[in-house]
């Protein structure tokens, strides 16, 4: 019913930036809280920003000052603009939004993107 599409992952140098994007799409009434989520190798997943609807931001102590998410909600996308990387971001960045549906029921389901890989080299 929702799909979530990343783009923007890429191979960069330490100090490097880069932009990710997550578009949502489907049968649509509104989405909600959307965020971004990495998981390093034999890591589990972990929070690395989250933006409300209305704006509201949180950020993991890890990426403060250097990462900034923000969202198009006419688009119904959100972006993670990722500055100063360095080796430790490395990890596959998902997309997560809690979108409610269209319909004679009013639902909200938790949607997750396939992910998109940042690779950052020393």
């Known amino acids: 019913q929702v799909q979530l599409v990343e783009s923007g992952g890429s191979l960069v140098q330490a100090g490097g930036s880069l932009r990710l994007s997550c578009a949502a799409s489907g049968n649509i009434f509104r989405v909600n809280d959307m965020g971004w989520y990495r998981q390093a190798p034999g890591k589990q997943r972990d929070m690395v920003a989250i933006?409300?609807?209305?704006?509201?931001?949180n950020y993991a102590h890890s990426v403060e000052g250097r990462f900034t998410i923000s969202r198009d909600n006419a688009k119904n996308t959100v972006y993670l603009q990722m500055n100063s990387l360095k080796p430790e971001d490395t990890a596959v960045y998902y997309c997560n939004a809690d979108v409610s549906i269209r319909g004679a029921i009013r639902v909200t389901n938790n949607y997750w993107g396939q992910g998109t890989q940042v690779t950052v080299s020393s």
């Open positions: 933006i409300t609807s209305g704006g509201d931001t």
